[in-house]
């Protein structure tokens, strides 16, 4: 029990039901089908969203461009089904190989130059948007077919949304790679301390572009469900978020100065972020104030994981 408490996911998991049992004391219909429909539409979204800033978390960089690159993936996902009259399985894998050849330009120029990842990926951010903006003129793509439409909002078994799907796909193998795949372990060494990981034969540029590589793909991924979700092609995909990809990360537990993340400590972050969002729409909330609480999150996960270490280090020294 006691090893149970002390890893990521245990704090995040009691939090997450001890706010269901008490918003649902409440308000019973926190639990209501449609509820449950709408929490996990947001975060099977979300989900993706928050693994594409962990991969590269993973590796002790920050990747701002992510809603870029998945506001590309959506509006070129739209566009090609409207403008092109590509059918939604070609236009959706197009879309997802934009989104991988984003983060491979991002992971080159950050491996190729060794300039900060943070100011690679803040002028990259720039650039998608700025292509973004130039395909659409600032306007929607409307002509989304209706099969995409029925997949992002109709559900089988109830309330679950045919989402969960392609969501639980993508969660198996994301945990698969960084913990039973050489490349996931490579990630995870070169954020905990590249020189050594060089040492030891790692490819520490080859394991950036493919890091990165990867986090593209997974915000195209986001990018795409968002169209289906929204049922239009909207200029606007991505601008919201940087925050949120952070917030869940740090929520469970990923260290960002690399080398340690969660798969489901961050699942169970995007969990507490959904359920959080929607306390404030039941309880007639201003939704404005998500961003200062998931602020307040980032700053209370930062801290505990601060104290933890500090606490690890304190008593290291005493034996």
């Given at each position: 029990?006691?090893?149970?408490?002390?890893?990521?996911?245990f704090?995040?998991?009691?939090?997450?039901?001890?706010?269901?049992?008490?918003?649902?004391?409440f308000n019973?219909a926190f639990l209501?089908p449609?509820?449950?429909?709408?929490l996990?539409?947001?975060?099977?979204v979300n989900?993706?969203?928050?693994?594409?800033?962990?991969?590269?978390?993973?590796?002790g960089?920050m990747?701002?461009?992510?809603?870029?690159?998945?506001?590309?993936a959506?509006?070129?996902?739209?566009?090609?089904?409207?403008?092109?009259?590509l059918?939604?399985p070609?236009?959706?894998?197009?879309?997802?190989?934009?989104?991988?050849?984003?983060?491979i330009?991002?992971?080159?120029?950050?491996?190729g130059?060794?300039i900060?990842?943070?100011?690679?990926?803040?002028a990259?951010?720039?650039?998608?948007k700025g292509?973004n903006?130039?395909?659409?003129?600032?306007?929607?793509?409307?002509g989304?077919?209706?099969?995409?439409?029925?997949f992002?909002?109709?559900?089988?078994?109830g309330p679950?949304?045919?989402f969960?799907?392609?969501?639980?796909?993508?969660?198996?193998l994301?945990?698969?790679?960084?913990?039973?795949?050489?490349?996931g372990?490579?990630?995870?060494?070169?954020?905990?301390?590249?020189?050594?990981?060089?040492?030891?034969?790692?490819?520490?540029p080859?394991t950036?572009?493919?890091?990165?590589?990867i986090?593209?793909?997974?915000a195209?991924?986001?990018?795409i469900a968002?169209?289906?979700r929204l049922?239009?092609?909207?200029?606007?995909?991505?601008d919201?978020w940087?925050?949120?990809?952070?917030?869940a990360?740090?929520?469970g537990?990923?260290v960002l100065?690399?080398?340690?993340v969660?798969?489901v400590?961050t699942?169970?972050?995007?969990?507490?972020?959904?359920?959080?969002?929607?306390?404030l729409v039941?309880?007639?909330i201003?939704?404005?104030?998500?961003?200062v609480?998931?602020g307040g999150?980032?700053?209370?996960a930062?801290g505990?994981?601060?104290?933890?270490?500090v606490?690890?280090s304190?008593s290291?020294k005493?034996?």
């Open positions: 029990m006691r090893r149970t408490m002390q890893t990521d996911w704090g995040p998991l009691a939090i997450t039901i001890l706010a269901m049992a008490i918003i649902s004391f019973p209501s449609l509820n449950i429909q709408v996990l539409l947001a975060i099977t989900m993706l969203i928050a693994f594409s800033q962990m991969i590269i978390i993973a590796i960089q990747n701002l461009a992510v809603g870029a690159i998945g506001g590309l959506a509006i070129s996902f739209a566009g090609m089904m409207q403008v092109w009259g059918s939604p070609v236009a959706a894998v197009l879309a997802a190989l934009i989104g991988l050849g984003a983060g330009i991002n992971g080159c120029f950050i491996a130059t060794g900060s990842a943070f100011v690679i990926t803040l990259t951010l720039s650039v998608f292509i903006l130039g395909i659409t003129r600032a306007q929607p793509f409307y989304v077919p209706q099969s995409v439409k029925d992002g909002n109709t559900t089988f078994l679950l949304p045919w969960v799907l392609p969501a639980a796909l993508v969660f198996g994301v945990w698969y790679m960084l913990n039973r795949l050489p490349l372990r490579f990630i995870l060494a070169v954020g905990g301390n590249a020189h050594a990981a060089e040492l030891s034969g790692i490819s520490v080859r950036v572009i493919s890091a990165h590589a986090s593209g793909l997974l195209a991924l986001a990018g968002l169209v289906a049922q239009i092609g909207q200029p606007t995909i991505g919201d940087l925050i949120l990809s952070f917030a990360p740090v929520i537990g990923a100065a690399g080398g340690h969660s798969t400590a699942l169970l972050g995007v969990v507490i972020v959904a359920i959080i969002t929607q306390a039941l309880f007639h201003d939704p404005l104030l998500v961003q609480v998931l999150l980032i700053l209370w930062v505990m994981n601060r104290w933890r270490e606490r690890v304190r290291l005493r034996i």
